[in-house]
């Protein structure tokens, strides 16, 4: 049965009403959001819950402002209530449930398209951007004659910074001539060498070199016995193309760190790290970790819910100690609050009382709220 869109445009200026239906959820995120931008603000999902089933049923969107503000110098979170709840019903449709249209702030129509959340480049801009800068054409040029294509600077779609950030991101994805092969023919030599060698190129729809994966034999080897924790650490940079380069540390039965594999990164969105994680995976016999532990990035930590569901994800306490300092600057001295963490992990005999201690770590110093 074809589940209809119960909408028209003129709907989009009205909003969402309780009781209207949308046959798919991304409809129903198109048409918040397009009433969003004709509005004046932005929205984002806010909650989601499976209530006890395979498949999503509840989600919530509501309005970019709606976090609370950390401190007085925060000025665009709001704690806006203005939000939208949907439920999936029987039939495949999405039904809205419940409409608060309670904004605390001012709804600027006008400035819309320099929202974060309403611009974008699209694919016929970023081929025209990336042939223009192919040619030769300087950065503020190549924006310039977007901007004339379009009519205006308002009709394209995205601020020129876009357009810049774009340009320096295709730039570094262009390897110059040779280097793509050099690593494919080191890839190969290695195969010579090891038939058991695993490596995985991704290339993007120009046939630029996007994403890199490789496992060695013996990291197949070790993984097989030492797969229960893993690290990944995404902290350095190859400084010619400033590409992230990734790597999967484990521990052998001698407390020593062991590589596990390896990988390249052009960006590091949710799609790339998806990709990484997936390939690299595949290559192991897609045997999961029994935890993993990353720096926090929540790019990282949607990819890894979204592969290893079962397996437990954790923060990396070398990069906790290193960010609490600036976390936790004008509540107390960086020395102090690495002491008292560090005495509150390791005096910690179990879980229920590392929670305990944690707790009163937080009333102490009033840091409900940070991250």
């Not at 509005?39 to 006890?52: A, E, L």
């Not at 960010?323 to 008292?340: F, N, R, T």
Request: include cysteine; glycine fraction near 4%.
């Amino acid at each position: 049965m074809e589940i209809s869109n119960e909408f028209n445009e003129e709907d989009l200026v009205i909003g969402t009403i309780t009781r209207m239906r949308f046959s798919n959820k991304d409809i129903m995120f198109d048409f918040y959001k397009e009433h969003a931008r004709l509005s004046g603000f932005c929205i984002v999902k806010r909650t989601s819950n499976k209530k006890g089933s395979d498949i999503v049923r509840h989600v919530q969107y509501g309005c970019d402002r709606s976090k609370k503000p950390r401190n007085k110098h925060v000025t665009k979170m709001r704690n806006c209530r203005a939000r939208i709840n949907r439920i999936l019903e029987e039939n495949g449709s999405w039904r809205v449930s419940k409409v608060v249209k309670k904004y605390n702030h001012q709804l600027e129509p006008t400035l819309s398209r320099l929202m974060a959340g309403h611009r974008s480049l699209s694919k016929s801009l970023k081929r025209t951007i990336v042939a223009k800068d192919i040619v030769g054409l300087r950065p503020s040029k190549n924006i310039r004659v977007a901007e004339v294509l379009a009519g205006s600077p308002e009709n394209l779609g995205c601020t020129p910074k876009d357009c810049r950030k774009y340009i320096l991101k295709s730039r570094k994805l262009q390897l110059q001539e040779g280097d793509a092969q050099s690593l494919l023919k080191f890839f190969s030599d290695m195969r010579q060498k090891d038939r058991e060698f695993y490596y995985y190129v991704d290339v993007d729809s120009f046939g630029r070199l996007r994403n890199v994966v490789w496992v060695h034999s013996h990291s197949k080897v070790a993984y097989e016995e030492f797969h229960d924790v893993i690290f990944l650490d995404n902290t350095y940079l190859v400084n010619r193309y400033n590409m992230p380069f990734a790597s999967f540390v484990g521990v052998n039965q001698h407390r020593q760190s062991i590589l596990l594999g390896c990988a390249l990164m052009s960006s590091e969105d949710i799609t790339s790290y998806k990709m990484v994680l997936s390939t690299w995976l595949g290559a192991l016999n897609n045997v999961c970790p029994l935890a993993i532990m990353t720096d926090q990035c929540d790019t990282i930590k949607a990819a890894i819910n979204a592969l290893m569901p079962n397996t437990v994800y954790r923060y990396c306490i070398w990069h906790i100690f290193a960010k609490l300092p600036m976390k936790l600057s004008g509540v107390l001295d960086g020395k102090i609050s690495k002491a008292e963490f560090k005495a509150l992990v390791l005096d910690s005999i179990n879980v229920a009382e590392f929670e305990r201690r944690w707790t009163d770590y937080i009333a102490k110093y009033n840091l409900d709220g940070r991250d």
